[in-house]
């Protein structure tokens, strides 16, 4: 026990991002983002989006397809201009019925059984008598070719409905809204979810020029001044979770290894929500295996029995007996009977891997903001979604902070703040957007 402060200590030494460290990411963030626009071999995919930034004026009734899992959101949205936007009607729906009634996602459902579901909610929240524009957030790697041409690559995230890869989206969607008697709902736009994330924040905030997802996975986007293809302002949504330009640790590797990818989404690995708790495991783990922390049961040994929300409760514990602490140690892992150091060292460790995440997001932020305005001559917002900056303790304030001493004076020039359902509002501007260019 006596060894727990100089073994902490080399844990902090291997997982500290210092400002330097920081501004090196930021710069190597920068050259991926230039390879990646110039048609180049890089880890960020620079995916075009096909559209740019709302002017906030955008009016007018809009439907809005939420799809980024086993559960789809349909929203009817109103947008009033002067940045005002509001949800008229909603439905929130699975797409696998928990009675075995039905089950949208498996392999035997066809996609045109699946999109016709979904056409037939938009039915029940959209009346007849006028055309109403969609926009369809749809949060699966696909390959744009225009702002609703979006071909899906492959499903992610346990769906596995037959006959929608290789396909476009958009258009599996309008033929089922023409099939379902819903032809007046016109399918304009299919985005992800960091563009929705963006659009919904510069729809009240035109200084809006990254869109970032800090939840259970990572990504961000944001507006390129003058893009290759058009010349004109465009969203880029970047993949940067795919970025491998950060040093790993022992941990980082343990955990890619063992993942289902080896060597891909590697910055997603050590920053996203899905890998924090499993990180925060593996270390834990080899301190009760070095006999720093008395032996676990083996709970202790199965890969992602720690998440992302156990984190929270550690973090937020300022009781002297850290009995919060205690209790999780007992309840995931079988340790019990901590000292109080070994307790404060449980602590540390979430502290040390929440606080690198955050620091490697604000380094990607910052090679964003350094490629489009090298001097932050001008303000920008960055638009956050996600519950690792919306829920984890002091998760949104270290971001900041981490800002402020990566750019230093210039930072009062940046804001970061929440963007709440960008998933629903971005889609439904999306489509604002394109109906009123047309």
């Keep these: 026990m006596k060894k727990l402060p100089a073994v902490l200590a080399k844990i902090e030494e291997e997982l500290a991002i210092s400002v330097d460290y920081m501004r090196d990411i930021a710069a190597r963030f920068q050259e991926a983002m230039n390879d990646g626009l110039a048609g180049k071999q890089s880890s960020l995919k620079m995916l075009p989006a096909f559209i740019g930034s709302p002017t906030g004026q955008e009016q007018g009734k809009v439907v809005a397809i939420d799809f980024g899992g086993t559960n789809v959101r349909v929203l009817l949205v109103e947008l009033a201009g002067q940045g005002q936007a509001s949800i008229i009607e909603k439905r929130s729906v699975p797409l696998k019925d928990k009675y075995g009634n039905y089950d949208y996602t ?5 996609g045109a059984e699946l999109f016709d579901f979904i056409a037939g909610k938009i039915s029940e929240i ?8 969609l926009g369809h957030t749809f949060s699966f790697p696909c390959r744009q ?3 609703n041409e979006a071909v899906l690559i492959s499903w992610t995230k346990e769906i596995k409905t037959a006959g929608v890869e290789g396909q476009n989206v958009g258009q599996l969607l309008q033929s089922a809204l023409d099939r379902k008697g819903v032809g007046y709902v016109k399918s304009l736009a299919v985005i992800n979810d960091t563009t929705g994330t963006l659009l ?3 729809y009240t905030d035109t200084a809006t020029t990254i869109g970032a997802i800090c939840g259970t996975g990572h990504n961000s986007c944001y507006l390129e001044p003058c893009h290759p293809l058009t010349k004109q302002p465009m969203i880029v949504n970047m993949e940067s979770g795919n970025f491998d330009g950060v040093c790993q640790t022992t941990y980082d590797m343990l955990l890619d290894q063992a993942s289902e990818k080896p060597g891909a989404q590697r910055l997603e690995k050590m920053a996203s929500g899905q890998y924090l708790g499993e990180l925060i495991r593996l270390i834990v783990g080899r301190l009760v295996t070095d006999g720093h922390i008395s032996q676990g049961s ?8 720690f998440t992302t929300a156990d984190i929270s409760p550690i973090l937020a514990d300022e ?3 850290l009995g919060a602490v205690a209790s999780l140690a007992v309840t ?5 009977g901590l000292a109080l150091c070994q307790l404060a060292a449980v602590k540390k460790v979430a502290q040390l891997v929440t606080i690198r995440s955050a620091h490697l997001a604000a380094a990607t932020w910052a090679g964003v903001l350094f490629k489009i305005d090298p001097e932050l001559n001008r303000k920008h917002t960055i638009a956050v979604d996600g519950s690792l900056y919306e829920k984890l303790p002091e998760y ?7 800002m402020a001493e990566i750019l230093g004076d210039k930072a009062k020039q940046v804001t970061i703040r929440l963007s709440k359902d960008g998933s629903g509002i971005g889609a439904a501007i999306a489509a604002a957007t394109v109906y009123n260019r047309k």
């Design 106 to 110: 498996c392999a035997t459902a066809l």
């Design 126 to 133: 959209v009346p007849p008598g006028s055309i109403y524009p």
């Design 145 to 147: 070719y225009g702002v």
């Design 200 to 202: 919904a924040a510069a």
């Design 298 to 305: 083996d709970r202790l040994q199965v890969p992602y029995s």
């Design 319 to 321: 009781s002297p007996e």
């Design 332 to 336: 995931r892992w079988g340790i019990s």
């Design 396 to 402: 949104a304030n270290t971001l900041a902070k981490a």
